[in-house]
């Protein structure tokens, strides 16, 4: 089989990684891919915000499945026509997406199939957003409802702040773009913990949990950012949490899309709180997470091939998933100035010191293959990953292995499983 996996970041590097374990895989290409993935794929130039050019590209290649990783592409609408082509993709359709790309649509949907999640108000003009605060306790969260890559969403600890940043969303001086919609929403206090999904449309399978640090500064301080590390261990969901959450968020999810006649087939993320009164939704995302795949990927023992083949063909619910059990780590290391600005182009010492560190994969996230030399390309650079019998040794490893490595300005949290640790 011939497999095309769409994406360039530290997710598909760990896609790829893992596809290429499958005896029945031929050949991988990842378009446009990264300096990481080029040593193991061939990679093709693609414009990931361009349709008609993942058309191009999946037109030249003819691959016998597509794995689409960002939700860029899956906001365009890639799934939908390839289906309407007749091919296999792995991936949600553009009305399913929207569970992630809308925040509106993913709150009424919560509410129509009462799907636990925090208090919330939809507001489609500043006026509105304003007149609405007086319903909330501080904090509160506003949040805009388009894809912002993670810096859509504000916690305001007073009414200045809420003020300040529903009229920065409206006036687009916050996003760069003016939002038409915003909503405000309950803080909700507790651990946040990835549950990822497969589905075929019907069945919901889950993958191990992972938790990821979102926060730029150590002790979850500082700007959001897409995820600056993530652990994963079994012990951080039992039996009986694991199957509430399936039985009263993950399957009705997937049934509800499915009775609203938008079937969600692909990876359902889904990003919650565990707080006093039980687990609630914070956010859908109708792919897999980035890092959350690298660290919940190294710890997948059966084919993943097979996995996503099932989800495409409707037959999920015949398959099994066997993990690694221990524990998992993952260390991003990221450009200075990063999620702000930063400068791309500096050469990256000391990768293959660091693979030689026991259970590690050095996943790249925002590299390029220049001269033979591995660059800086991007906000987030590298997912150092570590597998080991215990969380400790895992992030131990993972640590070891970073710290080979060099780039100028490079920035990682040392905290990463720091709240399982305390445990
Ligand atoms: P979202 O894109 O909606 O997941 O928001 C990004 C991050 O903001 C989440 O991972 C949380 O860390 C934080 N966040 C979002 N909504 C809330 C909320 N209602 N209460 C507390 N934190 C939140
Ligand atoms: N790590 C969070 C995300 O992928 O959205």
New binding site residues.
């Given amino acids: 089989m011939k497999v095309l996996v769409i994406g360039a970041g530290g997710r598909e590097h760990a896609l790829v990684w893992a596809l290429r374990k499958s005896p029945r895989i031929t050949e991988i290409v990842c378009a446009p891919g990264n300096g990481g993935i080029a040593s193991i794929a061939r990679s093709v130039p693609a414009n990931l915000k361009d349709l008609n050019d993942l058309l191009r590209v999946v037109s030249a290649e003819t691959p016998d499945l597509t794995v689409v990783g960002p939700e860029l592409p899956l906001s365009l609408g890639l799934v939908d026509e390839l289906r309407r082509r007749g091919l296999a993709v792995f991936g949600p359709t553009q009305a399913a997406a929207m569970l992630e790309t809308s925040?509106a649509f993913a709150k009424r949907f919560m509410q129509r199939h009462n799907i636990p999640?925090?208090h919330?108000a939809v507001c489609a003009g500043q006026k509105e957003a304003l007149d609405s605060l007086h319903l909330f306790h501080f904090?509160v969260?506003v949040?805009a409802d388009g894809l912002?890559s993670?810096k859509?969403?504000l916690?305001c600890e007073n009414k200045a702040e809420a003020e300040h940043a529903i009229e920065g969303l409206f006036n687009g001086k916050l996003l760069g773009s003016a939002e038409t919609t915003v909503i405000l929403?309950?803080?909700?206090?507790g651990e946040?913990l990835s549950f990822l999904v497969l589905s075929d449309g019907k069945h919901a399978t889950p993958l191990v949990p992972a938790q990821?640090h979102?926060?730029l500064g150590e002790g979850d301080v500082g700007p959001?950012t897409g995820g600056m590390g993530v652990y994963s261990t079994d012990a951080m969901l039992d039996a009986t949490m694991r199957d509430w959450i399936l039985h009263h968020i993950a399957q009705p999810t997937i049934d509800g899309m499915a009775a609203e006649d938008t079937p969600f087939t692909g990876v359902l993320y889904i990003?919650l709180?565990m707080t006093a009164r039980g687990p609630?939704v914070?956010?859908y995302?109708a792919r897999f997470g980035d890092p959350e795949t690298q660290a919940i990927l190294v710890r997948l023992e059966s084919d993943l091939l097979e996995a996503l083949e099932s989800c495409v063909e409707g037959r999920l619910s015949e398959t099994e998933l066997r993990w690694k059990p221990g524990a998992s780590a993952c260390v991003v290391a990221a450009s200075g100035g990063y999620p702000g600005s930063y400068t791309n182009g500096y050469r990256i010492a000391g990768l293959s010191e660091a693979a030689q560190v026991p259970g590690i994969v050095v996943f790249h996230a925002g590299t390029a293959l220049v001269d033979r030399d591995i660059v800086t390309n991007g906000g987030r650079v590298l997912a150092v990953t570590a597998t080991a019998d215990t969380l400790q040794d895992a992030l131990h490893r993972a640590y070891d292995a970073i710290a080979k490595i060099h780039f100028e300005g490079m920035y990682y949290r040392h905290d990463i499983g720091h709240r399982a640790l305390k445990k």
């Fill in positions: 925040k999640t925090a919330y904090p969260v949040k912002a993670g859509g969403v916690i929403e309950d803080f909700l206090k946040e990821d979102k926060r959001n990003g709180m609630m914070l956010e995302n």
